[in-house]
């Protein structure tokens, strides 16, 4: 479109009594080419009479806006016009809030913060949202449990076609398996029926929901709205389309014939699953002879909480062992039941379980670290622990020890066999077939025609469960459309993976509405932007490909990269990937960054940092520290990048051949617990940028001219004292030598 521009500068918030418009409104009239009569000033922008103000010039044909005003983190929707190119400059937190007012440097912040926004105005274009055709609502839902019951009913419930999987001949999962269940109601004393069977005859009987049981996915291939899934049923297999798909494959028990230090393959020492199995048939026995047990031995933690087994809580084994107690003690009142716990963890109103269990004359309740499990005759055992709540040593015998064991994630056998097929992959084993051959292939769940793989990554260092990026977006996975609920996310009580379920519903409607209006689904839930390559410059080389951390670029035969835009989070990860820079978005491209690095004033007397800040947590953080007026130094100049992993090497070509002193990049927290909004951008940075400084050594431009600090969002406190820590260290070194040229 031919652009009109509209620049516009408010004088509140304190903005007025920092900078001086009247020498402002000269340098954006020269460096930015803008026409004089266009660059306007207002007392509050973001009043009815400011927006109308706006809003008259828009009548009047100018859709080009440069508003410099608050964060754009604020107020934006007092400064949305639809049909305009809108770009927001930050003069109050980066200026009126950080800086002295009326000084020199709050008017050198000011000029070069406008002149880039109305370079990036000028070199950016309309965003038009990218719809393709045929796209399906429909949401599949793997697995028949509580949260696969509960997402098919609060999907179906929302006006939503819904099609569920169900491996077994019934639906139920384990839920379908208790006995009895922990109370749900006041006073939270007596074990009820199992609430499962209601929801099977709900979804069983709901006109939006088709069941397939004893049923698996075959493929699944496409996009978000362009899911082609093929069902395996009884030796059959149908095809269909649906839009998104919600993962609640659940969980199993964790392979009890690990722990025999505490005594698994004893006749008289069973799992907790075989205690629900055995109440449910109506007797508590010991399986050696058959006798009725009634001395019974509950060892909690049996794996889990252990890092030699499993390294978290398994969540809801403390009720399950206090429920299974009161199975003994119902069924025989002079049973005894003794629970050997590390910590007892019985959150919300099962608090008043346990309490009501700790009153019970024939439970006995002790902490203890249990050491081993021995034979005392006659099939009668003893559990010898220590640390107890006495101090001592203690040694008891039971006619039956139940283990608590914990759960892994459905998806664990696959992610085990992936990870052993990429070690082999390392040691060339795969090549040769030595692996392949050696090792069953698992029955996978998903058998996404991926790339990247058949199933879902799993989080780092957490046994398998699917990888959601559970400390920014809950439900949501690697694989764009696809949510996971309940244990296949992390353990949880049937209470809770309802609750689950219900909130990877609402994510899965959201993702095929969103679909449906051509824009992106998380985290830039707003954004209408996609990925637009220059393919007749592309090499193949590949980097775009393997570092997107979502898959949403494949290649067709010949190795050449494709997008697949509905799985695309727009976080311009391929665009920091390319070497021949052709991938751009309409409002972020290498040309634009570049172009307003290159903008900024460089004086020969003054140091000049620039600081490339992720926009989700780092650029909040720098927000939080205006706030609070904590200053950050005027040397510095704040950009704002979609992630660090959109960070293309240019930009630092750009920066210190203009004569840029130092270059950071500032963004998330990576490792084993990340938090980066787009899973590898900080980590894909600091690799990136490792090889930059070795660059930048070998020109004998030192390399700690360029760094990477790493943030959360609730460290704002400190942030300014890490980037004046840089700025120091900068000046030691000493003025870029390329400013003289």
Known sequence: ????????FCKGCGIGESVSFEKLKPRVSGKGKV?????????????PEGLEFIKNDIKEGTNTIIIGACSPRVKYAEFDFP???????????????????????????????????????????????????????????????????????E????????????????????????????????????LEEPGIFARIKEVESHPNIKVFKSSVLEKTDGQPGLLDITIKTNGNSESMRVGAVIMAAGWKPYDASKLEYLGYGKPNVITNVQMEEMAKKGQIIRPS????????????????RDANHLPYCSSFCCATSLKQAKYVREKNGEALAMVFYKDIRTPGQTELFYKSMQNDPGIMLTKAEVTGISDAGNGNLFVEADNTLLGEKIKVEADLVVLATGIVPATRAPQEYLDGLTE????????????????????????????????????EGASGFADSNFICFQYETRRTGIYAAGCVRQPMTMADAADDAAGAAMKAIQCVEHVAKGIAVHPRAWDTTFPDPMMIKCTSCKRCTEECPFGAIDEDEKGTPFY??????????????????????????????????????????????????????????????AIKRIKINPKVRIIPVRCLGSTNLVWVTDAFSKGI?????????????????????????????????????????????????????????????LINDFVERVEEIGPNPFKEF
């Open 1 to 8: 479109m031919e652009k009109k521009f509209g620049v516009y």
């Open 35 to 47: 026409p004089v009569d266009c660059i306007k000033e207002h007392p509050v922008l973001c009043s």
């Open 83 to 153: 049909g305009t190119l809108t770009e927001r400059v930050n003069l109050r937190e980066f200026v009126a809030w950080t800086a002295e007012p009326m000084s020199a440097d709050a008017q050198s912040l000011a000029d070069d913060y406008m002149v880039m926004g109305i370079l990036k105005a000028q070199k950016g274009g309309m965003p038009e949202p990218n719809i393709l055709p045929d796209l399906s609502k429909t949401i599949l839902v793997i697995g028949g449990g509580m949260s696969g019951l509960t997402s098919a009913i």
């Open 155 to 190: 999907t179906a419930n929302a006006g939503y076609q819904v099609v569920l999987v169900e491996k077994e001949a019934e639906l139920g999962g384990w839920g379908a398996k208790l006995y009895k269940e922990t109370p749900r109601q006041y006073p939270f004393d007596k």
């Open 289 to 304: 002879d058959g006798k009725e047990a009634k001395k019974v031995a509950f060892i909690q933690c049996a794996g889990s």
């Open 424 to 459: 082999a992959q390392k040691k060339g084993d795969v090549a040769k077939n030595s692996y392949l051959e050696a090792t069953p292939k698992p029955d996978f769940i998903l058998n996404l025609t991926y790339r990247q793989g058949p199933e879902l990554p799993s989080l």
């Open 564 to 625: 697949r835009l509905n799985r695309c989070r727009r976080c311009g990860t391929c665009m920091g990937a390319c070497p021949e820079r052709i991938v751009s978005f309409k409002d972020f491209s290498v040309d634009i960054v570049g172009s307003m690095i290159k903008s900024i004033e460089v004086d020969e007397d003054e140091f000049r940092i620039i600081v490339l800040a992720c926009e989700n947590d780092a650029y909040p953080a720098l927000d939080s520290a």
């Open 661 to 721: 002193d130092g270059l950071v990049l500032l963004g998330c927290k990576y490792g084993e617990n990340y938090q980066c909004h787009f899973v590898k951008g900080s980590e894909l940075a600091n690799y990136r940028f490792s090889k930059v400084k070795e660059t930048l050594d070998k020109l004998q431009l030192e390399s700690d001219r360029c760094q990477l600090l790493q943030i959360s969002i609730s460290e704002y406190d400190n942030l300014p004292k």
